[in-house]
Nanobody, 121 residues
Framework: QVQLVESGGGLVQAGGSLRLSCAAS????????MGWYRQAPGKQRELVAVFTRGANTNYAESVKGRFTISGDNAKNTVYLQMNRLKPEDTAVYYC???????????????WGQGTLVTVSS
């Protein structure tokens, strides 16, 4: 089995910063992509940023220039540095990974449990 454990959410004032972490563990052969999604109350889940095994990145337009995603392949961990936070960034942030299982050598999509980020105005 594969698990994603997130940390780093919390309450911050507008203009502040937070850093989210997501560590993958379990029967992992390799990780193709890790990323962050978010879901605000009453809205659909949306992509925030992704980090590929080749260290390529992609961001939602709304966070470009403010958020930075990075990864540590040796630790199977991805980070999301969030700067200049805005109230509209308030959401539950979910870690997502596309993993090749060490048991089956098939791709698995795995989600974390989510971590709440609240930005006050």
């Amino acid at each position: 089995q594969v698990q994603l454990v997130e940390s780093g959410g919390g309450l911050v004032q507008a203009g502040g910063s937070l850093r989210l972490s997501c560590a993958a563990s379990g029967s992992i052969y390799t990780i193709n992509v890790m990323g962050w999604y978010r879901q605000a109350p009453g809205k659909q889940r949306e992509l925030v940023a992704v980090f590929t095994r080749g260290a390529n990145t992609n961001y939602a337009e709304s966070v470009k220039g403010r958020f930075t995603i990075s990864g540590d392949n040796a630790k199977n961990t991805v980070y999301l540095q969030m700067n200049r936070l805005k109230p509209e960034d308030t959401a539950v942030y979910y870690c997502n990974a596309d993993i090749v299982s060490r048991l089956t050598y098939r791709n698995l999509e795995v989600w974390g449990q989510g971590t709440l980020v609240t930005v006050s105005s």
